[in-house]
């Protein structure tokens, strides 16, 4: 299943950067480049072979492991993908854990007083989150909370591993923004599935039972419910990738996303193409680990 | 969460009219939405002269009555270039929905019909959705140049695998229906089988999913503006209006907040709008069905 999908994605990257226009050997010599110099880029990058050729030669690079050097800094793509791996993944981890904590129980909530007051304004932040722009949420909490308030740095990052105190409050306000688009979906989803499993029989027994209304809600219902909101997180995982590149423009931290915007701005290809493998074969991971998750959930689910 | 066979027809004359007046968040969406639209079709009546008219004196004015959102760098009235920008966006968001509906609505009839097809069209959307939809659209309009066309290409990519899943569930819903079996026992051809029995079960969630990628596509272009890929800056858009307010954002921070909030409020009328058309039309039709870019 996996291998496949990464092979439909290693062809659209493939495509994508080389039948654009623009000659990638003038890009890399500069445009003062005479035709030999020009030439001889060409064969060093293999661009003079047939486009079948370069693609299998480039598959069978990736495929051992190897994505390239980058043509500004001639650094292995790998070495600088994973130099910046750290931001990006701290703050990807804690807009997960935020959305958890606060998500799930907001749409579970949502779901026991259903038509409720809380039902509404719970639904009303769900659209809020998906309609403004992560950015300008970002640039909104940055202007109240930092800029008037001071509570919060503007922006830049700081490793937890080297301060854990000051990462905190770098972290604090792109953590949030970040984290908010999937809480909207996350609590959508918690609510609507949820509702489904409050009318089955078994949730009617749990509280004929005695069970207190918590332990219905918690212990008997949200697991029952919890397989379409695994699903969501899984699919959710292309929302924060794309989160991500926003919010460490935004919040000016030194993470993947940023590396892959100055990339694609410098038509730096070969970390480019590296990135949105890497990309999305995080997706493609994450979804697996799912496919595994959903067994520990659900015990009547078996490959 | 995919739709099925059920779904209302929309033979019914008048439904989506009938859908809005039975909702009124919807119906107030609706209205929001067409005042948000005329504002950008009339937006040199509205606010009279040239939004690119460049006022150094009275540069990055405070909103106040005489600029509504106050002034940018250059002196221009940020009111003035957001309804100018309105128009592109606003258009941007038209055409990738609608592109997106029509390429996903085809390749969902086929894959849905032509069993043989399926499994190599289902793993290439799956490709498709496995590559962040903002990153495709930033590189493509990048590497091609910015214009009306890439960018709508780009930011119609990424919708199509979602459009081509939900036609596709409906279509292998309705196939083994006695009338779809009936028809092709008549011998009808499979062309004719598709458009006149099997389409029009689409039609009610393909309104909804319309509806989302409309307000996602709106998103998109202001992403790309933001992230320096949008339009030149001759041609305001509310991506580039944005982008520009980026540099000056902690003296005037209206540049940022008010054209954001403008289009925050457009796509909140037009999910709200969705959402409504979707209680009426397809209750079933989940919104998890909408996890995009």
Not at chain 1, 72 to 77: C, G, M, N, Q, T
Not at chain 1, 228 to 257: D, K, M, R, W
Request: aromatic share 8%.
């Amino acid at each position: 299943m996996a291998v496949p999908v990464m092979l439909v994605v290693a062809t659209i990257v493939f495509l994508l950067l080389r039948l654009s226009p623009g000659d990638p050997a003038l890009i890399i010599a500069g445009e003062t480049a005479g035709p030999e110099a020009l030439a001889r880029i060409r064969a060093e990058m293999g661009l003079d072979r047939p486009l079948v050729m370069q693609y299998l030669a480039w598959l069978g690079e990736i495929v051992r492991g190897n994505l390239g050097t980058s043509v500004l800094s001639k650094i292995p793509v790998l070495t600088l993908i994973f130099d910046r791996l750290e931001p990006t993944l701290v703050l990807a981890l804690s807009a997960i854990l935020i959305t958890v904590v606060v998500a799930v129980p907001l749409g579970a909530i949502a779901a026991w007083r259903h038509n409720s007051w809380i039902d509404r304004a719970v639904m009303m932040l769900s659209v809020v989150g998906f309609s403004v722009p992560a950015f300008v949420i970002g640039y909104i909490l940055i202007l109240l909370l930092s800029v008037k308030a001071d509570i919060f740095p503007v922006q830049g990052y700081v490793s937890p591993f080297a301060d854990p105190l000051a990462a905190l409050r770098h972290l604090a306000l792109p953590s949030i923004t970040l984290a908010l688009v999937f809480m909207a979906l996350i609590s959508r989803v918690t609510r609507s599935s949820l509702l489904e499993v409050l009318g089955e029989d078994f949730v009617r027994t749990a509280r004929a039972k005695g069970n207190v209304e918590r332990r219905v809600l918690w212990r008997h219902a949200l697991p029952n419910a919890a397989v379409p909101i695994i699903t969501v997180i899984g699919l959710g995982i292309a929302l924060l990738i794309s989160g991500v590149v926003v919010t460490e423009s935004v919040f000016n931290l030194p993470g993947v996303g940023r590396l892959t915007i100055d990339a694609i701005l410098a038509r730096d290809y070969p970390v480019v193409q590296g990135l949105m493998l890497f990309f999305a074969l995080i997706y493609v991971g994450v979804n697996l680990l799912i496919d595994i998750a959903y067994v520990i959930v659900d015990p009547r689910i078996r490959y | 969460m995919s739709a099925n066979g059920q779904a209302p027809s929309l033979a019914r004359r008048g439904i989506l009219i009938d859908a809005l007046l039975t909702n009124r968040v919807a119906l107030f969406s609706g209205a929001l939405l067409l005042a948000i639209a005329l504002s950008a079709v009339f937006a040199g009546l509205i606010t009279g002269g040239d939004p690119f008219l460049i006022r150094p004196r009275l540069r990055l004015r405070p909103p106040g009555s005489e600029f509504w959102f106050g002034t940018d760098a250059l002196g221009r009235d940020v009111f003035a270039l957001v309804l100018h920008g309105g128009r592109i966006s606003l258009l941007v968001g038209l055409f990738a929905a609608l592109a997106g509906a029509a390429i996903g609505t085809v390749i969902g009839l086929l894959t849905g019909y032509l069993r043989w097809l399926d499994p190599v069209v289902m793993r290439v959307m799956d490709g498709i959705m496995a590559i962040p939809g903002i990153l495709f659209a930033v590189a493509l309009v990048s590497l091609v140049g910015p214009s009306l066309f890439t960018i709508v290409a780009a930011i119609t990519f990424a919708e199509i695998p979602r459009v081509t899943r939900l036609v596709r569930a409906v279509v292998l819903s309705v196939r083994e229906e006695s009338y779809v079996r009936a028809a092709e026992g008549l011998g009808i051809p499979a062309r004719l089988v598709l458009l006149r029995h099997i389409l029009p079960s689409c039609i009610a969630p393909l309104i909804v999913q319309t509806t989302y990628m409309f307000a996602a596509a709106i998103l998109s272009e202001a992403v790309l503006g933001f992230l320096g890929v949008g339009f030149p800056p001759d041609i305001p858009s509310w991506g580039n209006v944005l982008a520009e307010g980026r540099a000056v954002f902690q003296r005037a921070p209206w540049t940022i907040i008010a054209p954001g909030l403008f289009l925050a409020v457009t796509v909140m009328a037009v999910n709200l709008l969705g959402d409504g058309l979707r209680d009426r039309l397809d209750p079933r039709l989940s919104r998890a069905a909408k996890v995009s870019s």
